[in-house]
Nanobody, 123 residues
Framework: QVQLVESGGGLVQAGGSLRLSCAASGRPFSNYAMGWFRQAPGKEREFVAAIGWSGGMPYYADSVKGRFTISRDNAKNTVYLQMNSLKPEDTAVYYC????????????????WGQGTQVTVSS
């Protein structure tokens, strides 16, 4: 089992920045690819960004490319999502997830999920 706890969400004005963190415990963190997803009210959970177990292979949804950066620190068992130039449409609950297979873009690629952290961007 892997336990994931997100933090860093909050309320920010459009154009602002936030950094989300996801702390992992349980099985060795470096064994897992990690991803970030988000879910807005009334919408399906959607892919945001993912990163390989060693920090390589980062990739992003088109909607956040150039604004968001995913990174990880295996020594701290933590994955981050730096979010810049935030827009009201980025408002959602953000979830981190761990995959024992690959850093995919589908919710079905991931085995473990955190409880989520709310990000609200005001216009």
């Amino acid at each position: 089992q892997v336990q994931l706890v997100e933090s860093g969400g909050g309320l920010v004005q459009a154009g602002g920045s936030l950094r989300l963190s996801c702390a992992a415990s349980g099985r060795p963190f470096s064994n897992y690819a990690m991803g970030w997803f988000r879910q807005a009210p009334g919408k399906e959970r959607e892919f945001v960004a993912a990163i390989g177990w060693s920090g390589g292979m980062p990739y992003y949804a088109d909607s956040v490319k150039g604004r968001f950066t995913i990174s990880r620190d295996n020594a701290k068992n933590t994955v981050y999502l730096q979010m810049n130039s935030l827009k009201p449409e980025d408002t959602a609950v953000y979830y981190c997830a761990a995959s024992s297979r690959r850093p995919g873009g589908s919710v079905y690629d991931y085995d473990y999920w955190g409880q989520g952290t709310q990000v609200t961007v005001s216009s």
